[in-house]
C-alpha cells in the first residue's frame, strides 16, 4: 500500500497529490508534510512535547494531526508515519528577550516530559575529562597546562544537579498571522545545558542581548526550576567540551582559543547570572 492511498484512508484530506521532493501532501487545506518515525517512544515524546508546549505557553509547533479515528499517527509495520502542517513564513523571530521566553517555556515542558533515555540527562562529566586531559599532557604540553589552570575555577562552577532534556532547533520561531509558531525537527531532545548555552551564546548577540535573554528566561520560569536551571548553566561545559574535542583533533590551539571565548563570555555572565532581576516580561 502506498503512502498516498494510506493518508486517503486514514486522513479526511481531500484532493491529494504528492510532492515527493518536499516529502508532502498538496491537500485542499495546504500542503502537509509526511514525517517517517521508526522510535515509537521517541515519537510519543515529541507528541507530547509538542501537545504540552501549545497548551502551556500558547506558543503553535507543527503538532500531529489527528487521523479520522482521532489517531496522532499511523503504524506501517514496524514504523509510523505522521502529518503536519507546513507554515511558510519569511519572518523569522530573532528577539534575544522572546527567546528567553521561549528556552524558559522549552525547559519546563522537559521537566514535565521526561525522555525516556536517562543517560541523556547530562550529569556533569568532571571525572571523565580529568581522565582525557591526562592524556592530552603527551599530546599538547602547552594546551595541557592552560586547561590545568581553569581546574580551581572548574571546581567552583561544577554542579551535581540535573535537568530532563529538551526539545530546541535553534532560531525556528516564526511570526505567523500574529502567531508565534516554532517548527520542530524529529531530533533527539538535547541536554538542557546545550540548549541554554547556545540560546546565550548566540554570535549575533551583544552582551545586553545575552542578560536581555537571561533575565526574560528568569523571569519566565517557575521559582522550583531557577536554581536548577542556573547551576545547570553555570557549571563549566566548554571546559569538558574542550578538553573532550581535543583528544582526536589535529589543531588544539584552534579547539582551545574557540573555547576560551566561550568560557570568558560565560565568566562575563557569571555575576548576571546570579542575580535575580526585577523586570517582568509577558508574551501572552
Known sequence: MDITTVVKKQYEFKDLHWNHKESAFHT????????????????EYHLNFRDRLFSKSGIMCNRMIRTRDGAPFVQLGGSFITIHDVIESTEIINDPE????LIAS????????PYYNEVDLGEFPYKEALKNLQQLKHKNQEVYSSLVRYIPKVKQRKSSLLMNPTCYDGNALKMVMGQYYYDLSNSLPKPAHQVIRRALLTDSYTEEDRKACWASLHNAISGDLVDRVKLTLLAPWEWTDCVREMQDCEDEEEVYNRYKKEWDTMMELYEVLKLSTRRTISYE
Open 98 to 101: 522572546f527567546l528567553g521566553f
Open 28 to 43: 485542499h487545506v495546504g500542503l502537509k508534510r509526511v514525517n517517517y518515525w521508526r522510535d515509537r517512544k521517541l515519537l
Open 106 to 113: 522549552l525547559l519546563e515542558v522537559g521537566s514535565e516530559v
